[in-house]
């Protein structure tokens, strides 16, 4: 099974998360500092290469009601052109909350307030990814309730 990698795309940040090969759970790898879009886009092509990567999963920012944001346009055209440039599907995953999610965990863990802001961009990547995994049809490995 092909890996699956997962952005949160900022305007100065993409944070970034890795599926484990078997589809499982997701692993924060670095945080891409944004540059420009042609180095922002070579970089994902080249660690999608190094890490076998079949899927491109991009947060996709919407208001609480469901409505589009402006950050959610952003985010689509940037999706659009991450697929043209390395052939790879790329798939919008809802994101509301995990930044919100993330800085809660990060806060209850005690570290300080810099590392957090270093942190929360990977952290909600890792929610993003986690919560698509989470999602797929699979094996049940627990017992059913009888």
């Known amino acids: 099974m092909q890996r699956i990698l997962a952005l949160d795309v900022g305007l100065r940040r993409i944070g970034l998360a890795l599926s484990d090969p078997l589809g499982i759970t997701a692993q924060g790898i670095e945080t891409l ?7 922002d886009l070579a970089t994902l092509c080249r660690l999608a290469g190094e890490h076998e990567v079949g899927l491109f999963l991009v947060g996709h920012p919407i208001h ?6 402006r950050q959610g346009e952003l ?13 790879l599907p790329v798939q919008l995953w809802d994101e509301r909350l995990t930044t919100v999610e993330a800085g809660r965990v990060l806060r209850s863990s005690g570290i300080s ?8 961009d990977r952290l909600s990547a890792v929610l993003i990814l986690q919560s698509y995994l ?13």
């Open 33 to 39: 500092q944004r540059r420009n879009l042609r180095t």
């Open 64 to 69: 609480m009601s469901g409505d589009p944001s």
């Open 75 to 87: 985010v689509r055209e940037f999706a659009g052109q991450l697929e043209e440039r390395c052939g």
């Open 113 to 120: 307030q810099e590392k957090r802001a270093k942190a929360i």
């Open 134 to 146: 989470d999602s797929l049809p699979g094996e049940s490995t627990w017992p059913e309730e009888e």
